[in-house]
């Protein structure tokens, strides 16, 4: 564990992506809570008060990812402090985009985004998924162009519309300078739970907690916190090779999704790692049931893993696939999890003489025009 206090500008200064992890909470501090807390900071500025204010500490622990250009992190504690920060710079860009730009921008590139990036690992953080939505359109589109902005934001951006005679570029170097927190990084193998639940054991609405999350965390911390995560651009969720075909004669036919999101991995510039076993919405199914499915003479993972390969190395039009990935068996709470970790191969890789990519966190076929103008773009000179 590695605690340092620091200012908001180290917190979000680098390439980095926050994430709020399924057991916690959605975003839920009220406009009464936004009150108060946006009163006392506005009477530090007036005041102009030589002391620090302190928000908190934020517990995080990094998130194993195939994006080399970012570090990502699970919040263990401190999403709701965070993202009202993040709503107060959002509402303070919309308010100085015109006049000031040079300040918007400079919040944008600060908080909001990671410049340079794509898909969801733009924005520096992902809140819970009931959140996400709102929260991307109100930073990418501001508040006024948008029929559902983020309440924090709209509550900060009509709040300070009150405030006339504040001096909004000065209000907003006051924050960056005077907001402190205490970084507390515990490392990947470490199980967050029994923090999260020892910080907020006081906290009125925390909810009851999701059962069995603790010894799981215990169990493997490195892949909970995956899961916990959700599905992104470099991370995907599926029940397992059979789940979504009727025909379960013919396991090699439902393996096909699988290959798909394999090749389209290998085909991005970052790669990622698919979990099977796991559904869609974090919940671990496990892959036990399949193994009469795949070899019902052995009916284990030896059985599983021999033909997941066998069917990757058949289905994968590439010399010699197995370089582009890295099979992994995992046991949670007694049912087995495949993680598949892809790297980018160094040339377009088919199935099924299709091409397939990763765009958002969805899986998609090139075509035409488009198939030609990737390929030349992500591999120069092989096309």
């Given at each position: ?7 908001l ?20 501090w009220s ?37 080399p ?26 308010l ?62 009509t709040?300070l ?15 960056i ?15 967050p739970?029994?923090i ?34 959700g ?12 789940c ?12 096909f ?40 003479s ?9 033909f997941l ?12 696939p ?6 992994q ?7 087995e999890?495949c ?8 040339y ?7 091409l397939?990519?990763r ?6 076929e ?14 120069p000179?092989?096309?």
């Open positions: 564990m590695n605690t340092v206090e620091c200012k500008e180290d917190l979000f200064g680098d390439p980095c992506q926050y994430v709020v992890p399924s057991f916690q909470r959605p975003f839920s406009d009464d809570r936004h009150e108060v807390f946006l009163s006392g900071v506005l009477d530090s500025f007036s005041s102009d008060s030589p002391h620090r204010i302190f928000l908190g500490a934020i517990v995080i622990m990094p998130i194993e990812h195939s994006n250009t970012l570090q990502k992190y699970l919040i263990v504690d401190g999403q709701q402090r965070l993202i009202t920060m993040l709503a107060l710079f959002a509402a303070i860009r919309d100085t985009s015109i006049r000031y730009p040079e300040q918007a921008l400079m919040l944008e590139r600060t908080f909001l985004f990671n410049e340079g990036q794509a898909g969801s690992y733009r924005f520096k953080l992902l809140p819970h998924p009931k959140n996400r939505a709102r929260f991307f359109q109100t930073l990418q589109h501001g508040v006024r162009t948008n029929p559902e902005p983020f309440p924090a934001t709209l509550f900060f951006l709040r519309e009150q405030e006339l005679d504040l001096d909004l570029r000065a209000f907003c170097a006051f924050l300078r005077r907001f402190v927190a205490v970084r507390v990084e515990i490392t990947k193998d470490e199980n739970y029994p999260f639940k020892s910080l907020n054991m006081l906290e009125s609405g925390v909810g009851p907690y999701p059962r069995g999350i603790d010894p799981r965390f215990a169990e493997d911390p490195e892949l909970m916190a995956m899961i916990a995560g599905e992104s651009d470099n991370l995907e969720f599926k029940e397992g090779l059979t979504r075909s009727t025909d379960r004669r013919h396991p090699e036919r439902c393996g999704h699988v290959a798909r999101t394999v090749a389209a991995f290998m085909n991005s510039d970052n790669g990622g790692t698919l979990l099977l076993g796991v559904r869609d919405d974090g919940t671990i199914r496990g892959i036990n049931r399949e193994y009469r499915l795949i070899d019902r052995k009916r284990n993972w030896d059985g599983y893993l021999l390969r066998n069917l990757l190395r058949s289905k994968l039009e590439a010399d010699n197995f370089q582009f990935f890295e099979i068996h995992h046991v949670v709470s007694g049912r999890v993680s598949i970790r892809v790297f980018p191969a160094e377009p890789v088919y199935l099924d003489k299709r397939y990519v765009s958002g966190n969805q899986t998609l090139m075509r035409g025009p488009d198939l030609v103008s990737y390929v030349k773009k992500r591999w000179g092989k096309e």
